[in-house]
């Protein structure tokens, strides 16, 4: 099941080259974000910088943007975003950055057009509570965390 979303989207003023977000495979949940940054940038350990991405978009209502790490970045160099998964909202227009955080003992270099993170659009229900006396039984109940003993 596929289905097509049309997302406006405008360059940053002076990112007119960076790479816009865009799928690395056919069925990839996730499009890659690139940095749009004229120098490279050492990421120190346990440091956060703020990467520019050199876009903004404007997201249908009922939608969020949702930034993630890259899988690789993380694994293979501790990569990661401080606020994974970051929420964009439908009514942002700034330009899209990105938080990483080195969680490595060693320093990381962030290149111009290093694909940074990943982003995914999703709908998001607007949710009206209704306030009950006692809600439905489920076999778990009020367990909380660690409840299946594992």
Not at 7 to 21: A, D, H, K, T
Not at 54 to 66: D, N, R, V
């Amino acid at each position: 099941m596929t289905s097509d979303l049309k997302v406006s989207i405008r360059r940053w003023p002076g990112c007119e080259n960076v790479r816009l977000p865009s799928y690395q495979s056919t069925h990839a949940a996730g499009m890659d974000l690139c940095a749009a940054m004229e120098e490279p940038v050492t990421l120190e350990p346990g440091a956060i910088q703020t990467i520019p991405c050199g876009f903004a978009m404007a997201l249908p209502i009922g939608y969020e943007a949702q930034v993630r790490p890259r899988s690789g970045l993380a694994t293979r160099h501790g990569i990661t975003l401080p606020n994974a998964p970051g929420t964009i909202d439908s009514d942002y227009r700034g330009q899209v950055l990105v938080p990483l955080v080195n969680l490595s003992r060693i320093p990381f270099m962030i290149e111009p057009g290093m694909r940074i993170a990943q982003m995914v659009i999703a709908p998001i229900p607007r949710v009206h509570w209704e306030e009950v006396s006692e809600l439905p039984p489920t076999p778990r109940g009020e367990a909380g965390f660690g409840h299946t003993g594992h």
